[in-house]
């Protein structure tokens, strides 16, 4: 059974602080890595994706991989109340298309 | 582009009644998804097709459940009969072909919020 293991906070941060969200998984043989965050009672948005070890930055966002230690994570700096959302961890193999998504992260961003 | 197209926005039905969930994946897509999520479980997968074909129908929870995809523009989720735990919303997804990014990026679809009484 593939796992996708986050904190589901809530995780409270001040506005313009950097704000970590965590994301741990089981599958080694995991490749691809995916943030969505989600509104309340909207769909998950891609907003970032990785697939090597170590940094890639978007704007305000940076994932981080770490696959010896099936670890990635993402930064958001200068976090503002607009990002309040709950943020979900997704992993995908070669083999499988499908994504195994962890139960999210809830973020609030407080002015 | 338009992205993925669902209907309808909102299923309110009693049980034992049959309820089919439509979705419009976004144009040259090769992969469509259909996940479920609620507070308890989250987000799980139902079923994928690739090309039209059905892939994996593992996470279908059960008989009553059924996916069509009968061409690359259409998939329909049935479930007949339906019962109050079948409470959910439903996304599709579809994902994009492959490019410079190695292509496994899903979009999802605003969601279908059914609830069965």
């Known amino acids: 059974q593939k796992e996708v293991e986050q904190n589901s906070g809530p995780l409270s941060v001040p506005e313009g602080a950097i704000a970590s969200l965590n994301c741990t998984y089981s599958d080694r043989v995991s490749q691809s890595f995916f943030w969505y965050r989600q509104y309340s009672g909207k769909s998950p948005e891609l907003i970032m994706s990785i697939y090597s070890n170590g940094d890639k930055e978007d704007g305000r966002f940076t994932a981080q991989l770490n696959k010896a230690s099936q670890y990635v994570s993402l930064l958001i700096r200068d976090s503002q109340p607009s990002d309040s959302a709950t943020y979900l961890c997704?992993?995908?193999?070669?083999?499988?298309?499908?994504?195994?998504f962890g139960s999210g992260t809830r973020l609030q961003v407080q002015p | 582009d338009a992205g993925v197209i669902q209907s309808p926005r909102h299923e309110v039905t009693e049980m034992g009644q049959e309820v089919t969930l439509r979705c419009k994946p976004i144009s040259g897509h090769d992969y469509l998804f259909w996940y479920r999520q609620t507070m308890m479980r989250g987000l799980e997968l139902l079923i994928y097709?690739?090309?039209?074909?059905?892939?994996?129908d593992s996470g279908m929870p059960e008989d009553r459940f059924s996916a069509k995809m009968p061409n690359a523009s259409f998939s329909t989720l049935k479930i007949q009969p339906s019962e109050p735990r079948d409470s959910a919303v439903y996304f599709c997804a579809s994902r994009r072909v492959a490019g410079p990014s190695k292509g496994n990026e899903q979009f999802f679809g605003p969601g279908t919020r059914l609830t069965v009484l």
């Open positions: 997704a992993v995908a193999d070669t083999g499988r298309r499908a994504l195994t």
């Open positions: 097709f690739n090309n039209n074909v059905p892939i994996d």
